[in-house]
C-alpha cells in the first residue's frame, strides 16, 4: 500500500500542467456557458417562458449563481463519469484517482467538485497540493509515467516470484 502511495505522489502532474488544465477547462467552460445563453435566447424568444430570458440576462448575483453551477456540473460530470478526466486532462494526458491509487469514488469527485468553489481554489496547487486534492484525497497524475512506474514495479515482483518458484 506505501509503495502505491508512493508512485502516485511521484508521478503528480505538475505545477504547469495543473495550471494548463484550469485554463483550459476554463476556455471549455465559457464555450458551453455562451452556447447555453444562446439557447436560452433562442427559447426565450420561441416561448416567452422569463426563466430562459432571466438565465442568460439576469442580475450579478443570478449569474455568479449559474456559473458556478455550470462549472460544478462540468466538473462532477466528467470526472466522474470519464474515469477522473476533463477535456483538458485528455489533452495534458493526466487524470484524477484517489490517494491510495484507485479509481475516486463518487463522494470523492463530489467533495473534490464542491471544493472547487472556494475562492482561490484554483491557485492552491500551486503548493504542495491543491485544496481540492487535499481535501477530497484525491491527486492529477501523468497517467503515461503513473502506468509505466506501475507495470515496472509489478514486472519486478513477478520476477522475484519466478525464481523463488
Keep these: ?6 508512485v502516485v505522489e511521484y508521478n503528480k ?5 495543473r495550471l494548463a488544465n484550469n485554463f483550459l477547462d476554463l476556455i471549455v467552460l465559457y464555450i458551453v456557458n455562451y452556447i447555453l445563453s444562446s439557447v436560452s435566447n433562442l427559447l426565450y424568444e420561441a416561448t416567452s417562458i422569463e426563466f ?6 439576469g442580475n450579478l ?4 449563481l449559474i456559473g458556478n453551477f455550470n462549472y460544478c456540473l462540468y466538473y462532477f460530470l466528467m470526472e466522474n463519469y470519464l474515469d477522473g478526466r476533463t477535456v483538458a486532462k485528455y489533452i495534458t494526458g493526466t487524470k484524477v484517482i ?5 479509481k475516486p469514488t463518487t463522494q470523492q469527485i463530489v467533495y473534490r467538485t464542491l471544493s472547487r468553489i472556494v ?4 491557485l492552491s496547487f500551486l ?3 491543491g485544496w481540492h486534492d487535499t481535501w477530497s ?3 492529477v497524475i501523468n497517467i503515461k509515467n503513473y502506468q509505466a512506474e506501475i507495470q515496472a514495479k509489478s514486472e519486478i515482483e513477478d520476477l522475484g516470484k519466478k525464481e523463488i518458484a
Design 1 to 6: 500500500m506505501k509503495r502505491i502511495l508512493n
Design 13 to 17: 502532474a505538475s505545477s504547469g500542467i
Design 52 to 57: 430562459f430570458y432571466f438565465y442568460s440576462n
Design 61 to 64: 448575483l443570478w449569474q455568479i
Design 98 to 102: 484517489s490517494t491510495d491509487g484507485t
Design 119 to 122: 475562492p482561490f481554489d484554483g
Design 127 to 129: 503548493g504542495v497540493n
Design 137 to 139: 484525497d484525491t491527486r
